[in-house]
């Protein structure tokens, strides 16, 4: 075989397996949505991207291997390389792995959400104790309060009345102009 032709047959696989490459980096796109749920436009954002990426992938391929000339059957091997891997591997490669992931999910996450529950339960049963106690002590110090205010008014009062009697006496005895000592 002449060296040229090798050169196209080695190009022609490398196009193919561009075309493997990036429908098996989709399917983790695909793993991730069954795994998580998406919003339309998540979905179109991330496929966006993902686009732009391949298509940055495909150009350097084109550019490393023919010098970025476009050849139609390197886009014919890239879209035959995806279409074998769509229907032979695809399918199932995203329902046993989603499946995996969603199951190892689950064990992980049940003992956590089990533990998450009786520590939220614990947290509010300490709570609510604390809240009678405080409500309890904030009852009798409340009635402390008003006792201690009712007090101190009357001893206020008692103060003020002493000393309204007191500047009458010593009104009295030095007189109205003279200055109380």
């Known amino acids: ?36 749920r998406h919003n339309i436009v998540f979905i179109s954002i991330e496929d966006i991207i993902f686009w732009l990426v391949c298509a940055l992938g495909v150009f350097y391929v084109l550019y490393h291997e023919n010098n970025g000339i476009l050849r139609w059957f390197a886009v014919l091997g890239a879209t035959i390389g995806m279409f074998i891997y769509k229907k032979l591997v695809s399918p199932l490669f995203v329902k046993i792995t989603s499946a995996i992931i969603i199951k190892t999910f689950k064990i992980l996450i049940k003992p956590l959400l089990f533990i998450c529950r009786k520590t939220l339960r614990l947290l509010k049963k300490i709570f609510m104790f604390l809240k009678k106690k405080y409500i309890f002590i904030a009852r009798k110090a409340n009635k402390v309060n008003k006792i201690a205010k009712k007090k101190l008014t009357l001893q206020a009062r008692l103060i003020k009345i002493y000393l309204c009697k007191q500047e009458k006496h010593l009104k009295e005895r030095y007189g109205q102009k003279n200055r109380i000592p």
Not at 6 to 33: H, P, Q, W
């Open 1 to 36: 075989m002449s060296q040229g032709i090798i050169m196209e047959v080695d190009f022609f696989i490398n196009s193919l397996l561009v075309g493997v490459i990036i429908t098996f980096a989709y399917d983790f796109l695909l793993i991730l949505r069954k795994c998580i």
